[in-house]
Nanobody, 116 residues
């Protein structure tokens, strides 16, 4: 499985960005995908997760609920993270993941910087 994240950048407080993750390969790990982030000096944390299927279940960390939306398009082998109302504390390198943090697959990170 290969994952390629894109869409990061510099945005002002309150702005929006959409991250994309293109995936290739075949593995049961793709049934459960998610976005993680790691801010400088902090541990990597799960931001949002989504399972496969036409109505993939989703889960979000509390601090992004109502602001971020995770989605996937299985026909296009893509996963997305729509981020609205961004805050400076959202600044981090964002990683897409398939199969969980312990034994899953990782894409390279994409940097999101939110200026105040």
């Amino acid at each position: 499985v290969q994952l390629q994240a894109s869409g990061g950048g510099l945005v002002q407080d309150g702005g929006s960005l959409r991250l994309s993750c293109a995936h290739s390969g075949s593995s049961s790990s793709l049934n459960h995908m998610g976005w993680y982030r790691q801010a400088p000096g902090k541990q990597r944390e799960l931001v949002a997760a989504i399972s496969s299927g036409s109505r993939g279940s989703t889960d979000y960390r509390d601090s992004v609920k109502g602001r971020f939306t995770i989605s996937r398009d299985n026909a296009k082998n893509m996963m997305y993270l729509q981020m609205n109302s961004l805050k400076p504390e959202d600044t981090a390198v964002y990683y897409c993941n398939a199969g969980g943090a312990l034994r899953g697959f990782w894409g390279q990170g994409t940097l999101v910087t939110v200026s105040s």
